[in-house]
């Protein structure tokens, strides 16, 4: 066989395999399509995979699933999607709590991120607001911060658990402000906000929706959103970065796919998921929730993710904490 010929022969099953990826892709999806949620229902992360699990299942009319995958900070549904067939048919409902801050505070993960998982879109930014009782006597985050150094180490802070991002950005809200105080975790929000309303603790990154309620009827105060921006679900509340420049602290969702997935199936994802958080209905949902639709490219979620992980690496190691 002459080396042309192999040439020939060579060029042509290159460009077969290109087109049959072109034709798998067009054709996608075939069936049902996963999305692992890895924390239990009801929460933000929940409620956005399923708005556009809804909205994707009705454009595409295949069925999109919903998979709650709760445990290990939420690191066990992630490991299941990293580890998942890259055949477009598995995503993962990413955050930045599993996917940046986890990064930086557990010592044993069972992926690695930027090797197992492929970028497709964020989705939306749902912010923590900063509530204090009634009694502190702080009604603002500058106020607070001249407490904190007048009583080191005597107001408590409670969180939604250990190396979650209600942890975090009390850290990082101790170190910009430098003052100290107490860190009391919880497992989740319900039972943190249980012993702020009574005043068993002083202090609370929480989101917004459940904080809310609370927030109306003068149990609790609300001192700042995380947020670099006030949140159009409570525009009365100044942003912590009014009062402490450079304090930025979105909590933001993403869909990723196990790496390896076909660049034109991410890319079909990422165009179908845009024209959901578009719409003024998914805008409403997400915005009665407290959070805001965001929507962005692949890169852009990918720069996301790498700004944070060393943000929040950053602000781990100085605070000293680490998960086994």
């Not at 929730?289 to 060393?310: F, H, M, N, S, Y």
């Amino acid at each position: 066989m002459s080396s042309a010929f192999r040439w020939i022969i060579v060029v042509g099953l290159t460009l077969g395999a290109f087109a049959a990826v072109e034709a798998s892709a067009q054709a996608y999806p075939t069936k049902p399509i996963r999305i692992i949620v890895p924390f239990p229902p009801v929460g933000a992360a929940d409620l956005l995979a399923r708005t556009i699990a809804q909205k994707l299942g009705d454009a595409w009319g295949h069925q999109v699933i919903v998979d709650n995958r709760p445990g290990v900070g939420g690191n066990l549904g992630v490991e299941i999607a990293a580890k998942a067939p890259p055949d477009g048919y598995t995503a993962v409902m990413a955050a930045v709590t599993t996917n940046a801050i986890g990064m930086g505070t557990y010592t044993k993960l069972g992926y690695n991120l930027e090797r197992d998982l492929a970028p497709v879109a964020l989705a939306g930014n749902v912010p923590h607001v900063l509530v204090a009782h009634p009694t502190l006597p702080a009604k603002n985050v500058k106020e607070l911060i001249a407490l904190g150094k007048a009583r080191p180490g005597e107001i408590a802070f409670a969180s939604q658990g250990q190396g979650t991002l209600s942890h975090l950005e009390q850290e990082m809200l101790k170190q910009m402000g430098g003052f100290t105080a107490l860190h009391v975790p919880y497992k989740g929000s319900a039972p943190g906000l249980s012993d702020l309303i009574p005043g068993n603790v002083q202090l609370f990154f929480d989101s917004i929706p459940s904080s809310l309620p609370h927030v109306r009827t003068g149990r609790i105060r609300a001192l700042g959103v995380a947020s670099s921006k006030r949140s159009p679900s409570m525009p009365e509340v100044p942003a912590i970065s009014e009062s402490l420049n450079g304090f930025e602290a979105d909590s933001w969702f993403g869909l990723m796919m196990p790496a390896g997935t076909s660049r034109e199936i991410i890319m079909k994802v990422n165009a179908e998921t845009m024209k959901i958080l578009a719409t003024q209905d998914v805008k409403d949902r997400l915005l009665s929730q407290g959070g805001v639709a965001v929507g962005g490219t692949p890169e852009q979620l990918a720069e996301r993710i790498k700004a944070d992980i060393a943000k929040w690496g950053k602000v781990a190691r100085t605070a000293g904490v680490k998960i086994e």
